[in-house]
């Protein structure tokens, strides 16, 4: 019986111990990763992410790989603010670009140079895009290795273009064009013009960089209010109110509205490239407008990195195993070519040969890589807050309560107040 308890007891030990350093384990040998990612199961990418967990884990019975889908990047940030004060953290998880700084002064994030072997490490990281890189390494030290990269684009229906008179082959190119072209839409057609992708600020930040504009100047002075960005927001509320311009803030309506052929175009990620392709050949890609002709194509980075986090040294190790094997030259291409994504690698490149080529969609998408910068980096943990001051200035003049002069000078007063 003093045998048993005994057993018993030390069962209950490893089971708490377990829960405590948040590391489950089948069995003696096996290492359980955990990877927090926006890919749920049934979407563009998720089906395929599950694809490549299950391929790693066949070939790796020392390890687990298991997925937990979360709907957006600002949801695995609330995770993560949860994580932290309940030390419950993942092994890793994709970090949307922007919200970097964030998890650095979180103190929860391992630089990855920790953990890997010294002799890869300049091999590897070399091979990444610098626009992807320099975001995510910190005082010398990787913290997140590039997943997935977007650029911003302007989706349009060709075939509507031919209908409302204008040459499909001859996209607008500044914003001024942009706007004139989005009322022959409306006019010609009965549809919305325009649509922007509004879950969050990036279409509004991408727009405002190519006309020369920015959030936080280089002396990280905010300039939300600038009357560059006053002027663009001010265009955005004049086309909802003469209906040129649609508003929502659920994306995946206006995904689907867009879809429909009742908007003629659409700023949004160049994710979508290769489910256009094969849903709707009629659609186009178009370079985002300039704010002039003079002015420098410029747009902040989309997409994701995969920062480490990880309880103990065995499962950090495991992770670190995992993202080698997710960000090898041929999986990236692989799972380039399957989500729409850019490649993160540039040797992935050599495997995409005769997937790009004639794929002039996907080819503007590749070109614009070299006019991607760092997104806004708020230097505090309230960057979801900070968002949403923005977003609420956007939705005000939007939907025509507020003037664009008012929204963001009150949006400047209250992000002052959070930094």
């Known amino acids: 019986m003093k045998k048993l308890i005994g057993i018993l007891l030390i069962l209950s030990i490893s089971i708490c111990v377990c829960f405590a350093t948040g590391v489950t384990e089948t069995n003696t040998e096996k290492t359980i990763v955990t990877f927090w990612q926006p890919y749920g199961e049934g979407s563009w990418s998720g089906d395929y992410m599950i694809e490549i967990v299950d391929e790693f884990n066949a070939a790796n019975t020392d390890i687990e790989v298991k997925l937990q889908a979360y709907p957006d990047y600002a949801s695995i940030i609330e995770a993560l603010q949860r994580g932290v004060v309940g030390n419950q953290l993942p092994s890793i998880a994709s970090i949307g670009y922007g919200y970097d700084r964030y998890v650095l002064n979180s103190g929860k994030a391992v630089p990855f140079n920790d953990v890997m072997a010294t002799d890869k490490q300049e091999k590897y990281f070399s091979d990444f895009y610098d626009s992807g890189l320099d975001v995510t390494t910190f005082d010398g030290k990787v913290y997140g290795v ?11 229906h060709s075939d509507l273009f031919e209908k409302a008179g204008l040459d499909p082959n001859n996209p607008p190119t500044t914003w001024k064009e942009f706007i004139e072209t989005s009322k022959v839409l409306n006019e010609k057609l009965d549809i919305y013009g325009a649509a922007f992708a509004l879950d969050d600020p990036w279409a509004f930040e991408c727009l405002l960089r190519s006309s020369n504009g920015s959030f936080l100047d280089e002396d990280g002075n905010l300039t939300i209010n600038s009357s560059t960005a006053k002027n663009i927001l001010s265009d955005w509320g004049e086309g909802t ?5 649609l508003y929502n803030s659920n994306f995946f309506e206006t995904l689907m509205t867009f879809g429909a052929n009742e908007v003629g175009m659409f700023v949004v990620s160049s994710y979508g490239t290769v489910i ?5 050949p009629a659609i186009k890609v178009a370079t985002l407008p300039k704010g002039n002709e003079n002015d420098t194509l410029n747009a ?23 993202v080698e094997y997710l ?3 041929e999986v990236n291409a692989d799972w380039a ?3 729409g994504y850019l490649p993160t690698r540039k040797s992935s490149i050599n495997y995409m040969t005769e997937f790009i080529d004639g794929f002039d969609n996907y080819k503007k998408n590749i070109d614009f890589i070299d006019n991607l910068s760092a997104p806004t980096q708020w230097p505090e943990r309230n960057v979801l807050k900070i968002n949403q001051k923005i977003m609420d200035a956007i939705e005000g003049v939007m939907l025509n309560t507020n003037s664009a002069d008012a929204a963001l000078d009150n949006a400047y007063f209250e992000i002052n107040k959070l930094l």
């Open 327 to 329: 960000t090898s030259p």
């Open 276 to 280: 256009y392709r094969d849903s709707d």
């Open 146 to 156: 590039p997943f997935a990269m977007s650029v911003p684009v302007v989706f349009y």
């Open 241 to 245: 109110e003469e209906g040129y311009f």
């Open 337 to 339: 070519m399957n989500s």
């Open 300 to 322: 902040p980075i989309g997409g994701n990195a995969i920062y480490l986090f990880g309880n103990s040294d065995a499962e950090r190790e495991a992770a670190v195993k995992f």
